[in-house]
């Protein structure tokens, strides 16, 4: 299968709500998209809460099942409370072609 193609990115406006009632609106930069994720790998980085597996199971199987994608890396963070570990962000990294992090509660 072909090397997943990159898409060209645009320039957005963003809207910043304030409590207080300022809005500030900016462009920025949308960083580059794959053009399909159909054939990709994902790496899904699970932040380690109780209750966040279910979600990123899920979320592994709508990837393949409704978007195509070939296979699914999901490893989760030893804690929520400290950063992921150097080695399995490069480890992901390298060996996907996307990645989703968050935290599901």
Same mark, same amino acid.
């Given at each position: 299968m072909p090397a997943p193609t990159l898409a060209e990115p645009a320039v957005k406006r963003v809207a910043y709500l304030d409590p207080t009632g300022h809005v500030q +609106? +900016?462009? %920025?930069?949308?960083? %580059? %998209?794959l053009s399909s994720v159909k054939g990709t790998t994902a790496a899904l980085l699970d932040n380690g809460n109780d209750t966040s597996g279910f979600f990123f199971d899920a979320l592994a199987d709508i990837l393949r099942d409704e978007y195509g994608v070939a296979q699914v890396i999901l490893k989760t963070k030893a804690t929520s409370t400290k950063p992921a570990d150097e080695g399995m962000l490069a480890e992901m990294i390298r060996d996907a072609d996307f990645m989703v992090a968050g935290v599901a509660l």
């Open positions: +609106v +900016v462009e %920025r930069q949308n960083a %580059r %998209r």
